[in-house]
């Protein structure tokens, strides 16, 4: 019998290459991630869409994660423009 594996959003941001990033580093470690977009948000002071995307993982691994991005955001290797939803 499959165990149920249970995901929770740990991190959103609008950067794409944080997305890349973020999902490599995390299946450096063996954490699985999920990362999803959502809907296009308009800013009323800019014409551009920002699509914000929700990284998810494991609830296990949860703070082995959001160690990895906390380390991330203060090497400089991905912005600092994210937040953590857990």
Excluded: W
Excluded at 5 to 25: G, K, R
Excluded at 31 to 47: A, E, K, V, Y
Excluded at 49 to 68: F, L
């Amino acid at each position: 019998m499959a165990s149920r594996i249970n995901f929770v959003d740990l991190y959103s941001f609008f950067n794409e290459l944080d997305a890349s990033v973020i999902e490599t580093l995390l299946e450096d470690y063996s954490i699985s991630c999920s990362i999803r977009t959502l809907g296009p948000i308009r800013f009323s002071t800019d014409t551009s869409n920002y699509q914000e995307k929700r990284i998810s993982v494991e609830s296990e691994k949860i703070e082995n994660a959001r160690k990895i991005i906390i380390d991330a955001i203060r090497s400089g290797v991905i912005s600092r423009e994210g937040k953590f939803r857990a």
